[in-house]
């Protein structure tokens, strides 16, 4: 029998609190580990999320582009109302697929 080598190429990630300085660095290690591993449609469920920083803001910024590089995307879902208001003020909506709840 001839075991098949499957590569994941999707994949949802749950941050599970605000996307701040504080929390960077994992959050940094964990999307890379993702698309070293050959992730190219990476899902972040913001559920639990309720405040992004400018540090936030940059890592999500890098790793879509990244992503839209290698030709994958990034969405995002569950994204509460405060933090989709703010992304939409500064036109990133346009930018990233933004999942709506249900």
């Known amino acids: 029998m001839v075991k098949e080598n499957r590569i994941v190429t999707k994949k949802t990630i749950k941050p599970g609190k605000n996307i701040v300085a504080?929390?960077?660095k994992g959050l940094?290690?964990?999307l890379l580990l993702l698309?070293?591993?050959g992730v190219k449609d990476l899902t972040m469920d913001f559920n639990g999320v309720e405040?992004?920083?400018s540090?936030?803001?940059g890592l999500l910024i890098a790793a879509h582009n990244s992503l839209n590089a290698a030709g994958g995307r990034l969405k995002i879902k569950n994204m509460p109302d405060n933090v989709k208001k703010y992304f939409q003020t500064i036109h990133l909506d346009k930018h990233f697929e933004l999942i709506s709840p249900g």
């Open 35 to 37: 698309m070293n591993q």
């Open 22 to 24: 504080s929390m960077i």
């Open 55 to 57: 540090e936030g803001l």
């Open 51 to 53: 405040i992004i920083d």
């Open 28 to 30: 940094k290690e964990q």
